[in-house]
């Protein structure tokens, strides 16, 4: 079972729902890179259940410890092992649910793989390993800022199919963070609140996308062939829980439009080099980055545990009903935010170092803060 991800910059994760923790081991971290425990809990804090009345009431802390790779306030070029106890595990609530399949779950899928599952919460298959992808995220946030500082911002943008209006290019996560919806659209952040407890009380779940934009990336960032920025991109926000779909830039909008309308016309910037006077290719174009801002939208199903009655079959193949209980969210967005956050700082912070290892020897192409 993978559990890794990336080349250079690698991050694998461990633990399940309702062992004794999750974490993660990141390899490849430069030395000297300013690192304290504080930066991670605030992105842990994001990402925690019980944080408000719109998901899960598991009560955890997300304490992070630290536990190598770190000395005073700065990586020393090891792997930083990070750990999170899991506190307020609950297997008991899964008990009856032991010998069925629940739908739209990964009980069968991993069974059918594996020969056996953990049932408690769903084991690797909950949203609980990302515990682990947004630590690492914190600290590829952190080598970023020391190598070539990029801005990451994801966002509520639909629910239910209720659209926001958001701007992109000024987007911030101090104003998603100012609702529990994390919708920087005020008006709309209340209309999904209200959908939200709606489902809740109905015994049901809603979906919805979350964007995201990175700002600041130079231009000839990735690699034109088979890991294409955006490719790396759409495999490493596939691969959360519950994440049915990624757009880039235009994405299908762009197939029903013009190569005339569709084409981003390049022109001088402002203070020299080069910007484009649209950005339908969501600032990667041939798999690389052209200094405009990274735009992507990922979709999230809605949560398959619902509080209804369904049907389904047990392990013998015999129909039976299933009827969950436990703590689950009636929506995974406002979670999803950070998560997305974390996998897209992870493919940056991977591609950055790559093209710093591989620059040309002439000191042509890609330059980087820093690079000598």
């Not at 300013?34 to 009560?59: H, I, K, N, T």
């Not at 750990?83 to 009980?107: C, I, M, Q, T, W």
Request: glycine share 12%; aromatic share 4%; with cysteine.
């Amino acid at each position: 079972m993978s559990s890794r991800f990336g080349q250079l910059f690698t991050a694998q994760t461990f633990g399940e729902s309702h062992g004794p923790a999750v974490g993660v081991v990141v390899d490849g971290v430069p030395a000297g890179v300013p690192f304290e425990a504080a930066r991670v809990q605030a992105a842990l804090d994001r990402r925690r259940p019980g944080q408000s009345a719109l998901v899960s009431p598991r009560r955890e802390a997300d304490r992070v410890e630290i536990l190598s790779g770190v000395f005073e306030g700065v990586t020393l070029g090891s792997p930083v092992a990070m750990l999170v106890r899991n506190e307020d595990a609950d297997p008991s609530a899964y008990l009856p649910l032991k010998g069925l399949f629940r739908p739209s779950h990964a009980d069968f899928t991993t069974e059918a793989r594996f020969g056996r599952r953990d049932w408690r919460g769903g084991g690797r298959s909950s949203a609980r390993e990302t515990v682990g992808r947004v630590a690492a995220g914190a600290l590829a946030e952190a080598v970023l800022d020391a190598v070539c500082p990029v801005e990451i911002v994801g966002w509520v943008d639909v629910l239910a199919g209720d659209a926001a209006a958001v701007d992109a290019g000024r987007v911030s996560r101090v104003a998603v963070d100012a609702h529990p919806t994390r919708c920087p659209d005020p008006a709309a952040a209340l209309r999904f609140e209200a959908e939200i407890r709606a489902a809740r009380a109905a015994g049901d779940t809603v979906g919805g996308v979350v964007a995201v934009v990175a700002r600041g990336l130079p231009a000839g960032l990735g690699e034109p062939v088979f890991d294409k920025l955006e490719a790396d991109l759409g495999k490493a926000l596939l691969s959360l829980p519950a994440c049915k779909g990624v757009e880039s830039g235009s994405g299908f909008a762009g197939a029903r439009m013009r190569g005339s309308a569709h084409n981003d016309a390049f022109a001088p910037a402002p203070g020299g080099g080069v910007t484009t006077r649209t950005n339908h290719s969501g600032g990667i174009q041939g798999g690389l980055s052209n200094g405009m801002p990274v735009l992507l939208r990922a979709a999230f199903k809605p949560v398959a545990t619902i509080f209804q009655p369904q049907d389904t079959v047990d392990a013998a193949g015999a129909a039976a009903v299933v009827a969950p209980k436990g703590r689950h969210d009636p929506c995974v967005l406002p979670r999803a935010v950070p998560m997305v956050e974390a996998m897209v700082a992870l493919v940056l912070c991977d591609h950055v170092l790559r093209a710093r290892g591989l620059a040309p020897v002439d000191g042509r192409g890609l330059q980087l803060p820093g690079r000598r």
